[in-house]
């Protein structure tokens, strides 16, 4: 089989710093990522949209070459990783995979939470799919899950207002209305790949000594892990350290907001889908 690229996927930009994460901890590799920003964002679209959406983007990664595929949207994975995988890999290619970033982080929320109440603050999506609640409670069943949907948060970091003063009350507002469901809540965790942006805005609010968690770091150790633990799929990954960007929107556009999620200037490409 040819070698061939990680995929990285995502509605928008937020997947950006998931895969800020995953070069960091494992440089070695291809990379192409692929932002969805014509049809962003997926939040509060319907399962059916997302799943078709996702799909094509899916499908368009295979065709590039990669053999995994790591949907680093959150509404992507509660909505149409499941779908993917039982239903649609099977005659795509039953060899590739395609992972998401909801079971890497249910696995180990566990071992932050001392009083087994743990928040989510995630997209209207994410909290009506209840996949988080899910994916918990089969690692640990003793966890009480509360989640809060965020609707605000996404359109303020894309019109890049969060670091503004107008972004604080809707950061306290959810916060807020998370907390006020349980007072166990130890452990909140970022359900959406855009809301490190607003890390040190959700700290300010949080009760002292809750703990909060954002995924990158988690899901690259997960997929770090994984390849370990594959070394079929490992070898089927290309290996020169090249990455490469892609959008369905303007490229302008992508190239500008970018670098704030990724740390670094990026140079995009546009990609047609859905015609």
């Not at 949209?49 to 990669?66: N, P, S």
């Not at 918990?136 to 605000?152: D, G, H, L, R, S």
């Not at 089927?236 to 190239?255: C, H, I, P, Q």
Request: with cysteine.
């Amino acid at each position: 089989m040819h070698s061939g690229p990680i995929g990285i996927f995502d509605s928008g930009y937020g997947g950006l710093t998931v895969m800020k994460e995953i070069v960091q901890q494992l440089p070695q590799y291809n990379y192409i990522y692929l932002g969805d920003n014509a049809r962003a964002p997926y939040g509060t679209r319907s399962f059916e949209t997302v799943y078709r959406y996702t799909l094509e983007c899916v499908e368009w990664f295979f065709k590039q070459g990669c053999p995994l595929v790591i949907l680093a949207c959150n509404t992507a994975s509660a909505k149409a990783l499941r779908s993917i995988q039982q239903n649609d890999l099977q005659h795509l290619n039953p060899d590739n995979r395609v992972l998401g970033v909801i079971r890497p982080t249910a696995e180990v929320i566990g071992q932050y939470s001392e009083t087994k109440n743990v928040g989510v603050l995630a997209t209207v999506g994410t909290v009506q799919s209840g996949s988080y609640e899910i994916e918990i409670t089969k690692f640990y069943p003793e966890i009480n899950v509360y989640q809060q949907a965020c609707p605000m948060w996404v359109p303020l970091i894309e019109n890049n207002e969060h670091e503004n003063a107008g972004a604080d009350y809707f950061v306290k507002e959810y916060v807020d209305a998370l907390v006020q469901q349980s007072q166990g809540i130890d452990t909140v965790l970022l359900g959406c790949t855009h809301y490190p942006l607003l890390q040190q805005k959700i700290k300010a609010v949080l009760p002292d000594g809750v703990t909060l968690l954002s995924q990158g770091k988690i899901v690259a150790e997960s997929l770090a892990d994984y390849l370990q633990r594959h070394p079929e799929m490992e070898d089927r990954l290309s290996k020169d350290e090249s990455r490469k960007f892609f959008t369905t929107d303007s490229v302008a556009d992508f190239d500008r907001h970018a670098g704030l999620f990724y740390g670094v200037e990026v140079r995009s490409a546009h990609v047609e889908l859905g015609k």
